[in-house]
């Protein structure tokens, strides 16, 4: 792991935006004390742990007092210059591309397959930004007040689609999703019983927002 120069990453933030960062933590300490490593000093980190993703990201976001919140999960790596990109973003809500530990591909946003097979829609990871709806749910970077007027995660989830109604209620309301330019790690590793809940979770969705309600949402995406 790179370490972080501390006085000059600080150099660089002067005068810049500050956020904090929500990390929601269960079952994986080893990632977890390779992620914090990654963060530079001064940054306010909050740690959750006790509850669901959504739950433990709630409670981060109250902890904290900064304009800006980033999500970020605890399998992840960061660095200077992505911690940079965060700070010098603009946007209400800001994403990230990410590759796996080796270097490889892993998503650079997230497409709604219009094929709802099984009754319901699939996601597909893209390549292109361009073909994106919405980021991938790894570390999202989002505006204090816009988290508010959206509900913040919606805690009937029980870790899993809790970031896609998120990423909907924003698409709803015309929320653009801006991107940072440097790939993110992320182990994309799985928490103990992390899919025990995913028919549960499709089940919440799909009446949240049934099939004709993302039928707008994509319509209103093609229309921009």
């Not at 970031?163 to 924003?170: I, L, N, W």
Request: glycine share 8%; hydrophobic share 35%.
């Amino acid at each position: 792991m790179t370490t972080l120069n501390q006085k000059h990453l600080r150099d660089r933030l002067k005068g810049m935006p500050s956020f904090d960062i929500v990390i929601p933590h269960h079952n994986r300490a080893d990632h977890l004390k390779n992620c914090l490593e990654s963060i530079p000093l001064g940054i306010n980190v909050f740690v959750v742990r006790g509850g669901t993703f959504a739950e433990n990201c709630n409670k981060g976001f109250r902890m904290g007092k900064s304009n800006r919140v980033l999500f970020l999960n605890d399998d992840t790596i960061l660095s200077e210059q992505i911690i940079y990109e965060f700070a010098k973003s603009t946007g209400l809500i800001v994403g990230a591309k990410f590759v796996r530990g080796d270097g490889t591909f892993l998503t650079n946003g997230v497409k709604i397959n219009p094929w709802h097979e099984g009754g319901y829609y699939k996601f597909n990871s893209v390549r292109d930004i361009k073909d994106a709806d919405f980021p991938g749910g790894g570390a999202i970077l989002v505006e204090r007040t816009t988290f508010c007027k959206l509900g913040m995660f919606n805690e009937e989830y029980r870790n899993g689609a809790e970031d896609v109604e998120f990423f909907f209620r924003a698409m709803e309301l015309g929320i653009q999703f801006n991107y940072i330019r440097t790939q993110i790690i992320h182990h994309h590793s799985q928490s103990l019983d992390r899919l025990k809940y995913s028919k549960e979770n499709l089940e919440i969705l799909k009446n949240r927002f049934p099939i004709r309600r993302v039928e707008l949402l994509i319509e209103k995406e093609k229309q921009k």
